[in-house]
């Protein structure tokens, strides 16, 4: 008996160091996000044999409810799905241009942009996605019970949680906008006579109640019944577009991946809507055959080529991407190696290209801040990168009165007016234009990378205008500098897109001397803070390896 005992306890000690052995290695599964509360909802979801779908059904919600800059239940996004076999999809939840909206909506009567009315106003909103797109999702990939992986999100909002420095000092500062924004609601947000500090426990039963709906209710919670009333109801304060026919209407939609390759590494990604995508394959063509290994991360060879590829990448976005199901986006022609090729051929080492003798590219036969991204694989082997947003931090700073949650301000991703830069300081034309029911142009650019066939990678980002160029360079800094997830997505980062002609980098992204170097050819570098939020995950032999971007508080969680 005793001798049994004995061996039974061996046998667990043995499987419990097992088990440990796993865990640190993370073989089981991850998940890389903007919050640690929203990470770890994430892995226990996984860790109750949720597969990737359901660990990032859970995690939106509780974004919505920990990162409300970004995370949303307002807003909208897109999913690059890569199965354990090797299967691919992407899920196109992006918001849509309310039915009354108008190519010249933002115009005054001389044709003149009106300021702030596509950010800042409720004419500001397009019709929210990201509902639909977690019942999309959950629907086909799902493999726990819908409420469940809602629940955890509700629980977080009634009881509330400990904010973090950051976010206590987040909210203090956009105090005044949001009372400003919304007169005479109370808003969980904001504390009336006092500062947020690290540690203060916030609640939101308004948006508990919400998710409740959405809980038990699926897509009719959120785009029909008390929540769509209040939707409406909000949209009468301020002229806003949206109706119950806009919600009723609202369908996320299934996309093929574009992929594409850079030396033996497979690129899946995002297709139009989104630029990120099709610019991210295009990046990554210009600069393959040059020896970015040799010469090093930021070395001013290494810069000069990247920002080359950048100008005319960004150049040919301005003109030829939008909606697909409203204009007829040019991928093939887009991703033709010769093309690609054709461009980089005005690239000289004498002087920098000035942006002014870039246009984007002509084809024979054609045709004519704040945003989060999360990374997830589970123990199976299927991934999910997810890129969301309310477009600026906090979007429209609008809140739904009663409901508890913001509004985006995505119209704002919409060429307004040809040629007249939009927040981000990109550009627009006809692809582009507002149009009824027409989702805007995106930059986010969630993209799953595979090695000689298999998973290797899960990246993304928000960041607006630089979201794309953070990927790319993420993926570089991996593939060309040897590094690992975390050192790549910590490492300083730059950015060009054509127009303004200048270099934005991060402060500390170049040395002297390299920025001495690249101003003499022609480069002028303009220092800022931080570019981007990459969240990613590397497969590595012993398991997985994540990268939370220590710019935010993302926090990566493997079992
Ligand atoms: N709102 C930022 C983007 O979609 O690119």
Redesign the pocket.
Known sequence: MNVTFKKLNFVLCFLLLINCLKAQNNKNGMVVCAYPDASKIGVDILKKDGNAVDAAVAVQFALAVVHPSAGNIG???FMVFRSSKGETNTLDF?EKAPARATTNMYLDAEGNIIPDLSLASHMASGVPGSVDGMVEAHHKYGKLKWADLVQPAIDLATNGYKITARLAGELNRTHDTFIKANPGKPYALVKKDEQWKEGDVLVQADLAKTLELIRDNGRAGFYGGRVADEIVAEMKLGNGLISKTDLANYHAVWRKAIKGSYKNYNIITMPPP???GIALLQLLKSVEKYPLHRWGYNQDSTVRLIVEAERRVYADRSTYLGDPDFYKVPVDSLLRPAYIDSRMSSFSWNAATPSSSIQAGKFVGYES???THYSIVDKDGNAVAI?T????SYGSKIFVGGAGFLL?N?M??FSSKPGTPN??G?IGGRANRIQPGKR?????TPTIVEKDGKLFMVVGT????T?ITSVFQTILNVIEFDMNMQDAVAAKRFHHQWLPDNIQSERGALNAGTRTKLEKKGYPVKEQGAIGRVDGILKTKEGYEGGADPRGDDTKLGW
């Open positions: 807003g909208g996004g992006r989104s630029s990120g801040d704040q945003t890129t947003t309310l477009n600026g985006n995505e704002d991703d927040m981000y990109l805007m142009l995106s930059c986010m928000p960041g607006g205008a979201i």
